[in-house]
Nanobody
């Protein structure tokens, strides 16, 4: 599975960004998809994920601000980020988990910077 993420950038506090990640090389609809982030000096953490059946979960700090979604017809997962805060600044990574093979795949990260 190859993952290509895009949509990062610089935004002011309170602003919005939308990330997308296109997957290729496998049957997308069978994959669980997730977004992780890693800030400087910190461990990578799960931000949000969405199962093949559409179930979602979020870390507490982004609930009500971020929305993860998927379009199986386009093999794409999205992360809509609203009301961004400086503490959301990190490199964001797309993740795909294949439950049939018990394998994780990672895309290259995309930088999100929230600063005035």
């Amino acid at each position: 599975v190859q993952l290509q993420a895009s949509g990062g950038g610089l935004v002011q506090p309170g602003g919005s960004l939308s990330l997308s990640c296109v997957a290729s090389g496998s049957i997308f609809r069978t994959l669980s998809m997730g977004w992780y982030r890693q800030a400087p000096g910190k461990q990578r953490e799960l931000v949000a994920d969405i199962t093949s059946s559409g179930g979602t979960r979020y870390i507490e700090s982004v609930k009500g601000r971020f929305t993860v979604s998927r379009d199986n017809a386009k093999d794409t997962v999205f992360l809509q980020m609203n009301s961004l805060r400086p503490e959301d600044t990190a490199v964001y990574y797309c993740n795909a988990y294949d439950p049939l093979r018990d394998i994780d795949y990672w895309g290259k990260g995309t930088q999100v910077t929230v600063s005035s």
